[in-house]
């Protein structure tokens, strides 16, 4: 079973749109939602992460939307770059204040801006 | 080095033979972990270790992968008599601490392919 899952598979935006990247997770235990970025041929890079505790987090052009009772959380892209151009993957954890505990991903979003 | 350093980037193995990938981590970096991405897939779990303790390798598929980290700093993934289904980018990250909320750094990963 999936404990991850990520919608759209792929994903074409205009320059200056919004891109929306969806998630959904099955165990309620789950405490820590980071989203990674990865350019082809190099490792995933962290790009925000979210507590349960919050229901939105905002860095830059980056927000995540946490939705608990839903289990859901999102990534929206404001304003859209060719640069953003990438994979984008959504992980869970739990156990955050524990050593060793593995991130789960899902199986990631191709992002194509277009300009 | 400044990041994750992986070696060698690129492997091709022949089927039945044995592989050893490097994984140089973030100088002073605690946890060090493992995971395997196929094709179009999100990174998945392989093993963890703390320091020089491997506390987690639930996600090893067989008996043929083995991974050590015997002085706590660089770390080997062994894969014994490859097989086709073993072909992946073995993708090493490495964090600062052991709590799963301190950002996880990747390296650019091993590509193996097995003939």
Redesign the interface.
């Known amino acids: 079973q999936q404990q991850v899952k ?1 919608s759209p598979q792929s994903l074409i935006v205009q320059k200056g749109g919004i891109s929306i990247i969806n998630c959904a997770y099955e165990n309620t235990a789950f405490d ?1 939602f ?1 989203w990674y970025q990865q350019f082809p ?6 790009l925000i ?1 979210i ?1 349960p505790d919050v229901s939105e987090k905002k860095e830059g052009r980056f927000t995540i939307s946490f939705n608990k009772s839903a289990k859901q959380f999102s990534l929206h892209i404001m304003d859209s770059q060719p640069g953003d151009s990438a994979t984008y ?1 959504c ?1 869970a ?1 739990l ?14 979003t191709t992002l194509s801006v277009s300009s | 080095g400044a990041g ?1 350093s992986q070696s060698p980037r690129y492997k091709v193995a022949k089927r039945g033979q044995d592989v050893a990938l490097r994984c140089d981590p973030i100088s002073g970096h605690v ?1 060090l ?1 493992w995971y395997q991405q196929a094709l ?6 392989l093993t ?1 270790f ?1 320091n020089e303790a491997q ?2 390798k639930s ?1 090893l598929p067989s008996d043929r992968f083995f991974a050590e980290r015997p002085e706590g700093s660089v770390s080997t993934l062994k894969i014994q008599r490859t097989q086709q289904e073993d072909s992946a980018v073995y ?1 090493c ?1 490495s964090r600062f601490s ?4 301190g ?7 091993s590509r193996l392919t097995v003939l």
């Open positions: 990520q820590y980071p041929g190099k490792g995933p890079a962290l992460a507590r993957f992980a954890s156990g955050s204040n524990q050593a060793g505990t593995a991130l789960i991903f899902g199986k990631g | 994750v946890s972990f179009g897939q999100g990174p998945e779990f963890y703390q506390l987690d996600g993708l990250a052991g709590r799963v909320s950002e996880l750094f990747f390296g650019e990963g």
